[in-house]
């Protein structure tokens, strides 16, 4: 059974600091994505990375896909109260049919 | 901006009944999925589909589950005889080009009682 592993599980930091989540697996995927989820809402897609090493930017969001494209890491510059959320990274296997993590719970206080 | 729309949002059935999901995916969207979050788990792969047949699905679609694309914009998931370990958010997405890039619906709370 292949997993993604996210850590930390939960973090709780203030306004203006910056801080890392990670996406790990033993498996190697073909595209990783991240979301992030509201409680009882969907998904909602921030990026896809493809190649191994790619680095994507989304303001102040940083997604880096690892040279093995077996993990991923998100980094958010000067945390804001608004990037309070559950970040979810999602490995594609084949043909879309996408393995998720628990997820990563982000608490940011003003 | 497009979007995938889902209805009902919140669906109450008894144990034994049968329900249906309704989704609509993105106009251009070729590739379809269910995904289903039971509370407080991961959200978990249930069936892709694209041409009109079942790509891939996982080992929880079972008989009980079928999936439908009845007309050019809806795509359905009906469950035949629902049990109450089948309460969670489902969730429909679609995807242009059938890799990861995947756009999800608000999600359909199914309640079993």
């Known amino acids: 059974t292949q997993l993604l592993e996210q850590s930390p599980q939960f973090l709780s930091i203030q306004e203006g600091e910056n801080l890392t989540v990670y996406c790990n697996s033993s498996s190697v995927f073909s595209s990783l994505q991240w979301y992030r989820q509201e409680p009882g809402e969907g998904p909602v897609l921030l990026v896809t990375?493809?190649?191994?090493?790619e680095v994507k930017k989304l303001k102040r969001l940083t997604f880096q896909f690892g040279d093995a494209r077996k993990d991923s890491s998100l980094h958010i510059t000067a945390a804001q109260p608004g990037d309070t959320g559950l970040y979810l990274c999602?490995?594609?296997?084949?043909?879309?049919?996408?393995?998720f993590g628990k997820g990563t719970k982000l608490s940011v206080k003003p | 901006e497009p979007e995938v729309t889902q209805t009902p949002s919140h669906q109450v059935t008894q144990m034994g009944q049968e329900v249906i999901l309704r989704c609509v995916p993105i106009?251009?969207?070729?590739?379809f999925y269910w995904y289903r979050q039971i509370l407080g788990q991961k959200v978990e792969f249930l069936v892709s589909?694209?041409?009109?047949?079942?790509?891939?699905k996982s080992e929880i679609f079972d008989d009980q589950f079928s999936v439908e694309r009845p007309d050019g914009s809806n795509f359905t998931l009906k469950i035949r005889s629902t049990k109450l370990e089948d309460s969670a958010m489902y969730f429909c997405?679609?995807?242009?080009?059938?890799?990861?890039?995947?756009?999800f619906g608000p999600g359909t709370r199914l309640t079993v009682t």
């Open positions: 997405a679609s995807s242009r080009r059938g890799l990861g890039e995947q756009y």
């Open positions: 990375v493809v190649t191994g090493g």
């Open positions: 999602a490995g594609d296997r084949s043909q879309g049919n996408l393995i």
């Open positions: 589909f694209y041409n009109n047949e079942i790509s891939e």
């Open positions: 106009s251009n969207h070729l590739y």
